[in-house]
């Protein structure tokens, strides 16, 4: 990695006004090379080629956002909208995490994974309703010392920003210098921004129901994924020689992510044998072991920061054993169930209770239950949930655990939609000291995640074509490991 040593520290900005404030001093100065003659900085300004300007077409996301936009302006007449993109963070000393821009601010400009750190959306109030601006640090002129020295925003180290006319023609969206920002806010009027848990609320339930831009980037996520998951079905040989097989089974997905997308929809589970059994395994440092199956939840996410959210649980070996076929097909049976009841009008939270009847009856039938399944489906008891502590639904979309902020009536008491994207996972996990189950069954666990539309009339699995029976698994990973 190369030393960063010129680098000041970056601004971090929590309220839309200090996004304006100029880079910091180099905390590191005497580590720095740079030499800082006028000579120098004649040298390394000149003798570029010009380069060819080309104005960028209007990006297909930047008309769902004006949607967004104008649906938050309808709701507050009168009032400023501020809503930031958010700073870099701090991984380690002069190190940062990817960057990744906050989920409102990604749905009112629709610029994803493209977007400028530190950007700031501000909707002024106007007599039409609002006039929406972006105000960006703009690119930087060759004749600044920005150009070369600042490794947090230079070129040198990050490469050019793009202009403020073409963000301007890529967004739909006008467009200042980050560095007027505190100006625009000096005039006075009544103001929301990211702090306010009433414009988080609105913005969760806007995205609660899809238009067709997204759903078109969802379907696109989706089929990513299902490569990515084949991707994992060739890597298990080579994972089950490795003695931290988890790690491969991991690194064969995300490196479909980056080829494919922007990045993953959040870190991979990777988690075999008895790892399956916990919900958010993400160590992923076990081995994989012939005879084991692996669960594996992944999602790709798209540039336009988009995401799946898919699980699917593979015999290692290519075949399920007896007892693992029968959990398996339980799960399955559950999330059939869950299917079978969406469509418009059904409260969301049934699509839980119907996958739960079959996880109770399918529990009580095997022994395990101490009363019986229509005592444990009773709210207070729940004793089948023992082995399904988890939720079968969550909303997907920008977030993975999307419209989180959304009122308790919108989301989980709410009514479903047509548009509406949501997953539906029920699981069947048996930890490996769980003296309450027959040993043939500890260590198993068994996830199935995908991710459905709601339709008119019902919903469509826009996961279908990954393989979900446990006969379509076996027949899916012999064809892979064929091709």
């Known amino acids: 990695m190369t030393d960063t040593s010129a680098r000041p520290a970056t601004t971090r900005p929590e309220a839309a006004a200090s996004a304006a404030a100029e880079a910091a001093p180099n905390p590191n100065q005497n580590r720095s090379t740079t030499p800082q003659s006028q000579r120098f900085r004649e040298w390394i300004s000149g003798g570029w080629a010009e380069r060819p300007q080309v104005p960028p077409g209007r990006r297909a996301a930047a008309a769902s956002a004006a949607r967004h936009r104008a649906a938050i302006s309808q709701a507050h007449p009168g009032e400023r909208i501020v809503v930031a993109a958010g700073g870099t963070q701090v991984r380690s000393n002069d190190?940062?995490?990817?960057?990744?821009?906050?989920?409102?601010?990604?749905?009112?400009?629709?610029?994803?994974?493209d977007t400028v750190p530190e950007s700031v959306l501000v909707l002024e109030p106007s007599t039409e309703g609002h006039d929406a601006t972006l105000f960006l640090r703009p690119t930087a002129?060759?004749?600044?010392?920005?150009?070369?020295a600042n490794a947090a925003i230079g070129e040198f180290w990050v490469g050019p920003r793009p202009s403020l006319d073409d963000i301007a023609a890529d967004l739909g969206l006008a467009t200042r210098d980050l560095a007027e920002l505190d100006d625009a806010l000096s005039v006075e009027a009544p103001q929301l921004d990211l702090d306010d848990a009433e414009l988080l609320r609105e913005l969760?339930?806007?995205?609660?129901?899809k238009d067709d831009w997204e759903i078109a980037e969802m379907r696109a996520a989706v089929a990513a994924t299902k490569a990515g998951f084949e991707d994992v079905i060739r890597t298990l040989p080579e994972a089950v020689a490795h003695d931290r097989g988890e790690r491969l089974v991991e690194g064969s997905f995300d490196r479909r992510a980056r080829a494919e997308g922007n990045t993953v929809g959040y870190d991979t589970i990777a988690a075999s044998g008895p790892h399956a059994c916990i919900l958010h395994w993400t160590r992923n440092d076990g081995p994989v072991v012939p005879g084991d199956v692996i669960l594996v939840d992944a999602g790709i996410e798209r540039e336009s920061l988009f995401t799946a959210d898919i699980t699917r649980t593979l015999p290692v070996s290519g075949t399920f054993t007896?007892?693992?076929?029968?959990?398996?097909?339980?799960?399955?049976?559950?999330?059939?169930?869950?299917?079978?009841?969406?469509?418009?009008?059904v409260v969301f939270r049934e699509v839980h209770a119907a996958a739960m009847e079959v996880i109770a009856r399918r529990t009580a039938e095997w022994g395990l239950l101490p009363i019986s399944a229509e005592e444990s489906l009773d709210p207070e008891l729940q004793f089948h949930r023992r082995w399904m502590v988890h939720g079968t639904s969550h909303h997907l979309g920008i977030d993975v655990h999307d419209c989180a902020q959304a009122r308790r009536e919108f989301y989980h008491d709410g009514e479903i939609r047509e548009g509406m994207i949501f997953t539906i996972e029920p699981g069947l996990y048996f930890q490996p000291d769980d003296l309450t189950v027959p040993e043939?069954?500890?260590?198993?666990?068994?996830?199935i995640e995908d991710d459905v539309l709601v339709t008119a009339d019902g919903c469509e699995n826009l996961s279908a074509d990954i393989p979900r029976t446990a006969d379509e698994v076996e027949a899916w990973m012999r064809e892979v490991a064929a091709r």
């Open 95 to 113: 190190t940062d995490h990817p960057y990744r821009a906050h989920t409102a601010f990604a749905q009112l400009t629709g610029w994803g994974a």
């Open 204 to 209: 969760s339930e806007l995205r609660l129901v």
């Open 141 to 148: 002129g060759r004749d600044t010392p920005e150009f070369y």
């Open 322 to 345: 007896p007892i693992q076929r029968r959990i398996y097909e339980a799960v399955r049976e559950a999330a059939d169930a869950a299917f079978a009841v969406v469509k418009p009008g």
């Open 440 to 447: 043939e069954f500890r260590g198993i666990g068994v996830r």
